[in-house]
């Protein structure tokens, strides 16, 4: 798709100079406009479409939603028919890359940013997670940070805390183990929930400086801290750690072992609390969360950018209809309403979670303090590699091949890639 898209990179610029190159200010259709604006199933986005609509009665959204992979292909399919959505909701890094660099989504300048107080009301840290080799294309509204929940029951049964180092988790995982509790939810089917936890364990070895440097592609995957990762990744594999056939396990049900106690952690995006267990009859004061115990300074967890782009290849009146809804979303007196529908932590300025939500108070918190933000390995290596990333990381875990030639494995599709 990347070489697809660079071909269409020029005529596509030309057009995406309409709204960049004009007034900043807000435009309000006079008369009717219809968008499309396709989005994530687990996004609560309708609620959300209904109140714009109410406000701003001549802009009609028709939203169609997907699942994770479903709104990938539909995104792919699109760029490569010229046939993109006027508005979409994406998330950042290599998944957001080719549609930027192929001119199909409109930038947001930095004097665009300036006119429309972007900069004012937007946590800084957000705006730089979506920016896409110094640029901004697409509107943030919330940060996603992933990490631990834990069924504070089962913790509270066996005396245990949240731990502060790999070590303690290692113990933790140990008595639930023994206990019969399966440790760690998994659900492996499309290898990217098993990628966050070598990601956290690659985070643990390389340190922050060292993982940037990976997936940057300015340090060598033949390396230690990489092979220790993959080895840490198959000793939780093998130790039992995760559920049963979890290799085959639809990531889409994992977090359910917790509702019945089957299980006692599972990985997932903080907003699991308010798109799932909420909406499934499970009381969230019942489950806690923590930090990833790296062990390094500064603190980070995987973050994934959470943002609304525009087309740069639709019409003067839908591009403009569509910036008009993707900055509202994200304004502080709406931003309340949308996080509490699409999920927290906001990417706005001083936007907590209220009611029943304890998790997501936390990492609103902690976002805006002090823990910081890694990327996520299929997010953060161009998407010609990730393929070859988790071909290599389920090959390890099915004994194919060791730990080494994993790394081994990703160093060679890194450096096939880049002779593109």
């Given amino acids: 798709m990347a070489v697809e898209l660079t071909r269409r990179a020029a005529a596509g610029a030309l057009v995406g100079g309409l709204l960049s190159s004009r007034s900043f200010a807000q435009q309000v259709p006079k008369q009717e406009v219809l968008i499309d604006f396709f989005g994530l199933a687990a996004h609560n986005w309708q609620p959300v479409i209904d109140k714009f609509q109410q406000d701003y009665p001549t802009v009609k959204i028709k939203f169609t939603k997907f699942s994770t992979d479903e709104l990938k292909q539909a995104l792919r399919v699109g760029a490569s028919s010229g046939k993109m959505p006027d508005l979409w909701w994406n998330w950042g890094g290599s998944l957001a890359s080719p549609y930027n660099q192929a001119g199909l989504s409109v930038e947001i300048t930095p004097a665009m940013i300036s006119s429309l107080k972007l900069d004012e009301f937007l946590i800084p840290a957000g705006i730089e997670l979506h920016k896409d080799q110094g640029k901004l294309y697409g509107i943030p509204h919330r940060i996603g940070p992933f990490s631990f929940f834990y069924k504070k029951e089962l913790f509270e049964k066996f005396g245990l805390k949240p731990p502060q ?35 956290f364990f690659l985070e643990s070895f390389a340190g922050p400086a060292g993982h940037d440097a990976l997936l940057d592609g300015k340090a060598s995957w033949k390396s230690e801290p990489v092979t220790k990762a993959f080895q840490k990744l198959k000793d939780w594999a093998d130790k039992g750690y995760f559920n049963a056939g979890f290799l085959n396990v639809d990531p889409s049900v994992s977090v359910t072992m917790l509702y019945n106690n089957s299980a006692a952690m599972v990985f997932e995006s903080i907003t699991t609390e308010t798109n799932r267990m909420a909406r499934e009859g499970q009381d969230p004061s019942n489950f806690g969360t923590f930090p990833l115990p790296t062990g390094q300074t500064p603190r980070r967890v995987p973050g994934s950018p959470s943002q609304i782009q525009i087309s740069a290849k639709t019409s003067k009146d839908k591009q403009d209809a569509g910036l008009l809804f993707a900055v509202y979303v994200a304004k502080p007196e709406i931003a309340p309403f949308t996080n509490a529908n699409v999920g927290f932590p906001s990417a706005t300025k001083n936007v907590f979670p209220t009611g029943n939500a304890p998790s997501s108070r936390q990492w609103a918190e902690w976002i805006q303090a002090d823990i910081g933000l890694y990327r996520l390995t299929d997010q953060g290596l161009p998407q010609n590699v990730v393929a070859a990333f988790f071909e290599a990381q389920d090959s390890m875990l099915l004994d194919m091949i060791s730990p080494a030639e994993a790394g081994a494995d990703v160093q060679k599709a890194i450096e096939k890639n880049a002779r593109r």
């Fill in 165 to 199: 180092s790999l070590a303690e988790l290692e113990t933790i995982a140990d008595t639930f183990k023994k206990n019969n509790i399966v440790p760690f939810s998994n659900g492996g089917k499309f290898s990217w929930m098993t990628m966050r936890y070598f990601d």
